[in-house]
Every structure is written in C-alpha cells, then in structure tokens.
C-alpha cells in the first residue's frame, strides 16, 4: 500500500512520515478507527515505509504481503481445534489485497463463518511469540500487525501484555481497532494512541470520482451516505449500480405502510414484501437498511425547509416525494431510525430475516402517522 493510494488522511500520513524520517517510531502503536477510514491500509503504508528504510527491496513483497519479516495476526474462528490466524493467512491476505479498507463483517463473509465466533486466542499469542523469538530473516525490523486487536479474549490479552510489557530487540507492533472500550486498559496504556479520523467529503468524493471512475453526481451522492467511509462508499456505489430494486422496494414499503391504518388487509403486501428481502444475502440487506435510513433523514430535511441539504429525492413511479416529507418529523424520525438500527444489530446477530423485515415492515405503519 503506497501513500498516495489511502483516500485523504493527509495529516496524519504526514504525522507518520515524519514519525520515521525523525527515527521517533513508538515501537506500540495502536491505531483507532473503522476499517473503512483507512486503519489497515494506513498501517501497511507505515510498515512498508519502514521496512523500505532498511532494504530498498522490502517495498514490493510488503505491497504483495509476503515479507518474511511482516507478520499478521487477525480473528478467526476455531478449525477443528486450531485456532491460528497463519491458516487462514491466504484467504486473508486475498481479501485485504483486493479490498485493504474491507470490514470486519467483510471478513466474516469472505470466511462464510456467520455462525460462527472470529476471535484472536492465547494460542494465537502464543504462536506469534515464538516467531518473534526467532531473528530476523532480512536482519533488520520485524512488524507485528494485530488486525481488530479488540477482539482477543481475555486470555489472548493477558498473554499480549506480557509480549507488549518485554517485546524482542527491533520489534514494532502495530494495532488496529474500531475503538478502545474492548482492549484491556493496561495494554491501552503500553500503546501509542493514533486516531484515524473519518474521511472528509471532498477527499472521498475525489477517490470515488477518479479511482472507482464515478460520475460526479453518485461521487456526491454515495460520499454524503457513506459518512467518511471509504468501504460503505463502495458498497453503496455498487448498490446503486447493481441494486435499482432498492427505489422501488422503498416506495413499495412506504405506499403499504400507509394504506394498512385504513385498509388492514395491506398487511399482507408487507409481509411479502419482508420475504422478498428476507431472500437476499445479507450484505445486501444491510445495504438496503443503510439506504433507507438515508432516504427517511433526506425527507426530514426536505420536510424542515433545508432543502438545500437534500441531495437526492425519490422522483421515480409517481412517488410524491414533498408529499412523503411532510409525514417525516421529529415526532417519529427517532423511532423509524431506531427501528433500522435495531433491525440492523439483529441481521448482523443472525436474527431470522423474515421476522425481522416484517417486524420493521409494520412498525412503519405505526410511526409514519404519528402527529407532530
């Protein structure tokens, strides 16, 4: 990963460029962000730097990660009793060169382990510091990348402190996390804190624009959705792309929840409306959440007169998108966003589809009347 391919971040990369170039290199550092601000492929940039420093040829195995001196540790979940991330090195290093701002869910789904529970283990630790042990192979630094640091147990834990509290000669370990809450405090005061802050607009719009080869119109569309993640970007660009269905499922949702306080029997729309959802893979389903919780904060806005912010209106099969606004307010904008939370925590739980979309099916027909 090369500097100029992380997506903005311009003060920190210069933050860390200068961190080397001064040999003040913290050999703990852990870096709190979600992946897709660009935690991971900020930290390859660094590794690669430093190693690069050492030996002008470290810089293209680091970009293939297959340098003998760069080590990764990252959760997987228990193969018939083994639960070392060196066997599942191959299906991660595939993902990240493909996709080096994919999440953790993205991991889960690379694996298909959704029933499954990824952490890092003490025999993970354990592996990790007997390869540490030994020298190094090119005879200069060696780099422990702990991906999602925050999903060691507490066992894994306690043996990485040990490791972080006496680490080997010319060692650097470089963390990675969502953010602290999981991570023993005492392992979080050995560590160098980097925040990786989310993306700005501008820079995310100029990624999507010239390296996904966007029209400037989605790049501005897809940058206000994803919120300064370069991942919910893609996602949401290749949801636009290959998911049209999403408009018109909406508006399907939104006319039925309406008509069921008058005519009941529009319960039934709903309800096969929810299966047809329920049918998709997940992601797809996340994805159509994350769109309709764009959708219902646009109308809130419409709604309250800043139509200014109001970057996108559903227009398509007759829909009357200021008509639709007007029933968005304060008044249930809380509880239909709620709702799509919650809907979301139990897709990612491994809730039955089914119950769930028909639960949030309805509930829509409750909130979308409520008076202001």
Known sequence: MNWENIAGQENLKKLLQDSIAENRVSHAQLFIGKEGYGTMPMVLAYAKEILSRENAHAASKVEHLNHLDLHFC?????????????????????????????????????????????????????DQNQKFAL?????????????????????????????LE??????????????????????L???????????????????????????????????????GN???????????????????????????????????????????????????????????????????RLALLQNYQSENLVYKKIDANGFNWAGFSKYITGANIVSILEEINDADHHLTRNGNPKIVWTDLGIKLSRYIHKSS
Request: hydrophobic share 40%.
């Open 230 to 296: 370069l991942n919910e970007a893609i996602k949401l660009l290749h949801s636009e792309i290959k998911n049209p269905e999403f408009e018109k499922l909406f508006v399907q949702w939104v006319r039925d929840a309406f008509m069921v306080k008058k005519k009941p029997e529009f319960l039934k729309n709903i309800i096969l409306w929810a299966r047809e959802i329920a049918s998709w893979n997940r992601e797809k389903q996340k994805n159509f959440l994350n769109y309709a919780s764009e959708i219902f």
């Open 74 to 126: 990252f959760p997987v979940f228990t193969d018939n009793k083994n639960s070392l991330s060196k066997n599942k090195f191959d299906q991660f290093r595939e993902m990240i060169l493909e996709s080096p701002y994919a999440s953790y869910d993205d991991w889960t789904a690379f694996l298909e382990s959704e029933n499954k529970q990824l952490f890092i283990s003490a025999d993970e630790i354990d």
């Open 189 to 227: 005061s050995r560590t160098q804190i980097v925040e990786v802050p989310r993306i700005a607009d501008d820079d995310l719009i100029n990624y999507i624009q010239n390296k996904l080869s966007a029209s400037q119109d989605q790049s501005k569309t897809v940058a206000h959705e994803a919120q």
């Open 166 to 187: 006496e680490p080997p000669a010319k060692t650097i370990i470089l963390l990675t996390a969502e953010s602290a809450d999981d991570i023993l405090p005492t392992i």
């Open 135 to 163: 020298k190094s192979f090119e005879g200069g630094t060696k780099i422990l990348i702990v991906w999602r640091a925050d999903k060691m147990n507490i066992a894994a834990s306690n043996k990485f402190l040990k490791f």
